[in-house]
């Protein structure tokens, strides 16, 4: 019994001794869609952009950080006759846990929920070309002071279908990849 009260106790006492920072992040994004059959089209990758903002939880050198990005991803496709940029915009939720070195330098991974805005698919006959949402996995490393400026790069690879339509060009099952480049600000 004394097991079962201690635990939560230690938890909320970790919690509370934890630094609480807040702090907005921008940047580059370059994506592309990953696996699936696209026959004779070719895809090439897609530079658009992310900003949001974040909250870190640190604990020493361990550092939750949970955020909340807007996100324009896809692809640029090209089948012969037409290049055509294929966007589609979400809302993401990473949670990333980081290891801070000494030296400010970090390293992180964890999941992201991504839930669809909008889509911009051109000269298309398909309603719905995306899912309603998206999810991946991220790891990443970059630099980071304790309060101020810091840069990161992230790489987020998905594990759920992107696409939601039936077509004889493309297979649906692809998913989406990104390349991310940020400045971060922490208040």
Avoid: C
């Avoid at 390293?107 to 991946?136: C, H, M, R, W, Y």
């Avoid at 996995?137 to 304790?146: D, M, R, T």
């Amino acid at each position: 019994m004394k097991k079962v009260i201690l635990f939560p106790l230690l938890m909320v006492m970790g919690i509370v001794n934890a630094q609480l920072q807040f702090g907005l992040k921008g940047g580059v994004n370059i994506s592309n869609f990953t696996g699936g059959n696209f026959n004779n089209i070719e895809k090439s990758s897609l530079v658009a952009f992310h900003a949001g903002g974040l909250l870190r939880i640190k604990f020493d050198h361990l550092v939750l950080q949970p955020e909340v990005l807007f996100s324009t991803q896809g692809a640029k496709l090209d089948d012969g006759t037409t290049k055509a940029d294929y966007k589609i915009s979400y809302l993401n939720i990473p949670i990333m846990l980081q290891w801070q070195f000494k030296g400010s330098f970090y390293v992180e991974a964890g999941p992201q929920a991504g839930f669809k805005v909008s889509e911009d698919i051109p000269n298309s006959t398909i309603d719905e070309f995306a899912k309603s949402t998206d999810l991946s996995i991220g790891v990443g490393l970059g630099f980071l002071k304790s309060k101020g400026l810091g840069i990161g790069g992230r790489y987020t690879v998905g594990v759920s279908k992107v696409g939601d339509f039936d077509s004889a060009n493309i297979d649906p099952d692809f998913k989406n990849g990104v390349i991310q480049i940020s400045l971060l600000f922490i208040f």
